[in-house]
């Protein structure tokens, strides 16, 4: 399980590599959900999705030898 001390040193390790992407509002969806819901825009992060931010934050905890070794990742869309 993810704690919170995780999402913390992940926060820390990406900070100045990721964009910080707006979070967008819409009434008439919270209208239509009967709650507030929060559109995080994450189009307008480096590569336009949000899988920069797990990739970097991944990448960024290798040893010198695993950086060495490489990377391969396979991706039907916009992470590679």
């Known amino acids: 399980m993810v704690s919170i001390d995780d999402i913390r040193g ?3 390790r990406i900070k100045g590599e990721a964009h910080r992407t707006p979070v967008h509002t819409s009434h008439a969806v919270d209208a239509h959900c009967g709650a507030s819901v929060f559109f995080k825009a994450e189009n ?3 590569v336009g999705a ?3 931010r ?3 934050n991944a990448l960024s905890q290798f ?3 695993q ?3 490489g990377v391969l990742t396979y991706s039907s ?4």
């Open 10 to 12: 992940a926060a820390e």
């Open 44 to 46: 307008f992060q480096r």
């Open 50 to 52: 949000f899988k920069f």
């Open 54 to 56: 797990g990739g970097f």
């Open 63 to 65: 040893t010198p030898e």
């Open 67 to 69: 950086r060495k070794a």
């Open 77 to 80: 869309g916009n992470h590679a």
